[in-house]
């Protein structure tokens, strides 16, 4: 055997060797030069999603937004923006509330919370997911989003969500009928107390139902209606108005179930315009010592007017023209010779007797008058 063919394998091994070698070599130090490259640029950090778990709705969420920077340059930030102006808002924490951010830099390997306060809305079926968006001078993230999640808890409701009776009459009952559905709270509900707001005029029944109704194919959910809440109003036979709650609890808990608005009123059966009176007016730079005060049936009934024990310092004509069966009408006028002197004023209350449907009432009516 040769010396030649001796060393050849030997050669064979070493060729084979670097033909291995040299594409690792090469690839290792492009990865590294790219790796090298990479964070010498500023390198953004964001969390993608950040869960807010189950949530009631409408409640207001507390949380943090952690921006991070690896890489070995500053990390510049602009254009902030969330997806819903009127349920996020954002900011850095400060002892006096949050401070607007429009641009922030964030140091090499350094990080910045951004506090968030979010508003959950939705249903338990569509549950809630919103995001802030802002512009990075990462070459390889020149936009980031951040999504908030959250899924929301079902709620006890009235629906409708208010009682408004309108305008009654003395006397007059009407009954109004408020549904209470469950958009899925997840939990049984068992009725305690109702509150009225006025127990001798604002009468409640509360029955319990059982609906194991549901929407059709295709169709979105029927919140199950659990109890039917009737609302008896019996206006009393004076002018009245009404504007509170109705409030409804659940056994063994403090705190309401549902509160529900109510409004209403009841006007006098006898109605004045103006109910006061301050003279003289001015009409066409002048001034007059007259007005014309009007009275009528707020039921349309037929009405009868008449003044008692006038003022000496006032006189009322009636106005033929301007009355009718259910209302009246009255030119009060302050006397000349009984007006005060200048830059003194004098008041007088001006009565009159109202007949409606055999039922009479006094009606009275201020009236000042000051000379200038």
Known sequence: MSIASQIAPGRSLARRFWVCAIPLVVGAAAFGWSRVAYYFNPVAEVPAIVALGLQ????????????????????????????CASCVTFGLPS?????????LTVPPLDSVALSVRI???????VPFRTGITFATNDPHRPEISTVFEAAVRGWIFASPREIDVGTLKPGQTVRRRIEIRDSGRGEPCRFGRLQSPA????????SPTSDASGAEAGQEPVPELIGTLVVDVTAPASPWELTDRITVYEVNKDQPLLTIPIRGKVLPRVQVTPTSIILP???HDAAD????CSLASTAGLALRVAPMDLPPEITATPVIANAGKDHACYRLEWRAESRPARGQSR???VRFRAEVDGSAEIITIPVRCRVD
Do not use: C, Q, W
């Open 119 to 125: 508003t959950v809305h939705g249903t338990p079926d």
């Open 95 to 103: 002892d006096a509330g949050l401070v607007d951010v429009d641009n």
């Open 199 to 206: 127990p001798d005029r604002v009468k409640l029944t509360l």
């Open 56 to 83: 009631d709705n409408n409640k207001l969420v507390l949380t943090e937004m952690t921006i991070r920077n690896n890489g070995y340059r500053p990390l510049e930030l602009s254009a902030f923006r969330s997806g």
């Open 347 to 349: 008041a007088v209350t």
């Open 281 to 283: 007016r001015m009409v």
């Open 289 to 292: 010592f007259t007005v014309e």
